[in-house]
T-cell receptor
């Protein structure tokens, strides 16, 4: 069984400030980890993913995330927020075994960017 | 963009009527998924398919059925729509690296 917890349903930052969106997971097997972004009235699109290898993963639009196995975390960061970053962000985990590879999504964090 | 479309994009229907939503892909991926998205709940898996005629239930499958007679099409049917099924429905496909690609969504309102 696996679960994903995103701390904070809403995160508010000023333009130019650091963005930090938190994601913790539980998984009985090594996971694949993902961050997706959803802009209003659109489907989700991939920001970045961790499968194997380097634990610091860089994605699109200046975002990055670090897989910390000891903390079971995969927090998303961006050094400087832009107005266009305002969106809903979802963390997801897929087990690296078990056959079905069914992903589990967190409940999402809405990022609000103030001018 | 991954070739995945959903139809219709918007639908209003009455309680008790059957509704079918269609997901179409041009990527020839084996795995396809139906999710619903509701405020405060994120994405919840309804059903998924791992091949033609191979489907399985997700966490919120009650009241829904699916069919997949061709690789490219995955249909979601609400046998008798209820107001609790008012939601935004997303279809997704998955590639070999486990990345999912989502359709644009269908906004369903059951009155």
């Amino acid at each position: 069984a696996q679960s994903v917890t995103q701390l904070g349903s809403h995160v508010s930052v000023s333009e130019g400030a650091l963005v930090l969106l938190r994601c913790n997971y539980s998984s009985s097997v090594p996971p694949y980890l993902f961050w997706y972004v959803q802009y209003p009235n659109q489907g989700l699109q991939l920001l970045l993913k961790y499968t194997t290898g380097a634990t610091l993963v860089k994605g699109i639009n200046g975002f990055e995330a670090e897989f910390k196995k000891s903390e079971t975390s995969f927090h998303l960061t961006k050094p400087s927020a832009h107005m266009s970053d305002a969106a809903e962000y979802f963390c997801a985990v897929t087990p690296d075994s078990g056959g079905s590879y069914i992903p589990t999504f967190g409940r999402g964090t809405s990022l609000i960017v103030h001018p | 963009d991954a070739g995945i479309t959903q139809s219709p994009r918007h639908k209003v229907t009455e309680t008790g009527t059957p509704v079918t939503l269609r997901c179409h892909q041009t990527e020839n991926h084996r795995y396809m998924y139906w999710y619903r998205q509701d405020p405060g709940h994120g994405l919840r898996l309804i059903h998924y398919s791992y091949g033609v005629k191979d489907t399985d239930k997700g966490e919120v499958s009650d009241g829904y059925s699916v069919s997949r007679s061709k690789t490219e099409d995955f249909l979601l049917t609400l046998e008798s729509a209820t107001s609790s099924q008012t939601s935004v429905y997303f279809c997704a496909i998955r590639d070999s690296s486990y990345e999912q690609y989502f359709g644009p969504g269908t906004r369903l309102t059951v009155t």
